[in-house]
């Protein structure tokens, strides 16, 4: 067996264009690509019946992204907040100079705060808070000092 690389993280949007504005716009990806697909074989790929799938790729520090737009059948459900310990994928974090204002330009693209969510930790001088995107997938902006590369409590051997 012979795993190549990480693809892509798939996220399933409501409206396109607002979610492009959304990821570029408010977290810095870039748009690099879209394709559109109909019928099989996606249909069977997908497991959704007489499928209609718009599919645009956005990239960001080595990370691509799917925004997933469904004009056929539509998509299911409401942007609702699953919880932390649900299993499955539970959300998408990005260290930000400033939490404050990162999260007032997020809200204004669409973004809700998540009451309650905001912290602090003086053992690492750092700030944290939750938010959902548009489409209801969580977003953790964490603020701290040093390299936005390291993980809290890591010295810099540590993190290559």
């Known amino acids: 067996m012979s795993v190549q690389r990480l693809s892509h993280i798939g996220l399933c949007v409501a409206d396109l264009g607002r979610a492009k504005r959304f990821w570029c716009e408010g ?11 109909a019928g099989e074989p996606s249909a069977t790929l997908l497991e959704l019946r007489d499928v209609e799938l718009e599919a645009v790729y956005l990239e960001r520090d080595g990370v691509r992204l799917e925004l997933l737009h469904y004009p056929v059948p539509g998509h299911v459900g409401e942007p609702d907040v699953r919880p932390m310990n649900a299993l499955g994928l539970t959300h998408l974090s990005f260290r930000v100079e400033d939490v404050t204002e990162t999260a007032a330009a997020l809200i204004a693209l669409g973004a809700r705060k998540r009451p309650g969510t905001r912290v602090g930790n003086p053992e690492f001088a750092a700030g944290a808070v939750f938010l959902t ?7 953790e902006l964490v603020s701290m000092p040093g390299d936005p590369g390291q993980l809290p409590g890591q010295t810099p051997q540590e993190s290559r």
């Open 133 to 139: 995107c548009p489409d209801g997938a969580r977003i």
């Open 27 to 37: 977290l810095g990806f870039q748009n690099i690509g879209s394709i559109r697909v």
